[in-house]
């Protein structure tokens, strides 16, 4: 029977955890010497990238195109139009996507590839601004660039300086550090992300809490002066484990939790709504982000809130809604 490989000793289990710590180390120290390499240079192309009245196109082969794929993918999420162009496709007629008014981003460790010298032609061809990034300051990609972004030139965490480890790392801090630069430059803030990320988590977490919260049918309330067996039997049959307390106008004047029904249980069989009620309930607005919702109920360490029109949680009003912890764990909000 053979044995199984994935099975080690455990000294060598330790020195392949040394071994993991130690890229991560290497890799650690090579974005602090990034962090210490930014000059006025980051900044230009920053302010370029804002300034440009078409689209940033990016463009990088092998493992720099896959770090600029994600350049142009953060940019777009983040209000900047972008789009990734393969170096070898572009030379087989998709320069075509590359226009006067255009910025292009080339990303290139070596700053030397052969693919890239078509697309920086036909740059210089149309006067587009080059945004350069390499590790080298005498490559084609850094001379030829409007504005070079040299990067420190690192060791590779791989034992034959060969495989792109350490220096796709550094590529990838400094684009996301061009992408979160450009985002502050456009004010591009909640309400773009929310925009353009209608759907998964994200999404979910900048929607407002009137998009998820159960609506009028499901509100488990009762007048002032409802017996409490009945109370009881509304908070059992709505399922939140709370009962609104309303007054003549429907208005929220308290809740009762099942706290408040610990606390009177002697005296419940007597009691009304308005005996047992906490007063000055807590509310939210309809318009408070999901995350923020959650981070509310996790704060006040409470399981359920009921909603109200936006800008009137500091006074009597009528509730639109109800929100349950559980909601956001059953949408994958935690």
């Known amino acids: 029977m053979t044995a199984n490989p994935l ?42 990238i ?23 993918a953060t940019l777009a999420a983040t209000g900047t139009p972008s789009n990734f162009v393969h170096p070898a496709e572009a030379a087989h007629g998709d320069l075509g996507m590359l226009v006067p008014g255009d910025v292009l981003v080339v990303i290139s460790n070596s ?74 430059l456009r004010g591009f803030g909640r309400d773009g992300m929310r ?9 979910l977490r900048l929607a407002p809490v009137s998009r998820i919260m159960h609506g009028r049918s499901r509100l488990p309330l009762v007048p002032a002066n409802t017996p409490m067996r009945e109370v009881v039997t509304v908070m059992t049959s709505k399922g939140f484990g709370i009962a609104g307390v309303v007054d003549d106008a429907n208005q929220l004047v308290g809740v009762i939790t099942d706290g408040d029904l610990r606390r009177h249980f002697e005296t419940l069989q007597s009691s009304l709504a308005r005996d047992v009620m906490s007063a000055t309930p807590r509310t939210i607005a309809e318009d408070v982000l999901a995350e923020e919702a959650l981070h509310f109920l996790n704060e006040q360490k409470i399981t359920c809130v009921f909603v109200v029109p936006s800008g009137s949680q500091d006074s009597p009003c009528q509730p639109t809604g109800i929100i349950h912890i559980h909601d956001f764990l059953r949408l994958g909000l935690s």
């Open 111 to 184: 700053g030397n590839t052969a693919e890239l010298r078509a697309f920086l032609n036909h740059a210089e061809a149309l006067g587009v601004l080059v945004i350069g990034i390499a590790s080298r300051p005498d490559s084609q990609v850094i001379t030829r660039a409007s504005i070079g972004i040299c990067v420190p030139n690192v060791r590779e965490a791989c034992p034959a300086n060969i495989a792109p480890t350490t220096s796709t790392t550094v590529q990838l801090a400094l684009c996301d550090a061009l992408a979160m630069a450009v985002m502050d």
């Open 195 to 203: 925009a353009l990320h209608p759907g998964g988590a994200i999404g």
């Open 50 to 72: 804002v300034q440009a009245k078409g689209r940033v196109v990016v463009t990088g082969m092998g493992k720099s195109g896959h770090i600029g794929r994600k350049l142009a």
């Open 7 to 48: 099975l080690h000793p455990a000294e060598t289990a330790s020195r392949v955890l040394t071994r993991g710590i130690e890229v991560i180390e290497l890799e650690a120290q090579a974005l602090g010497e990034l962090a210490r390499a930014l000059d006025t240079h980051f900044v230009e192309a920053c302010e370029a």
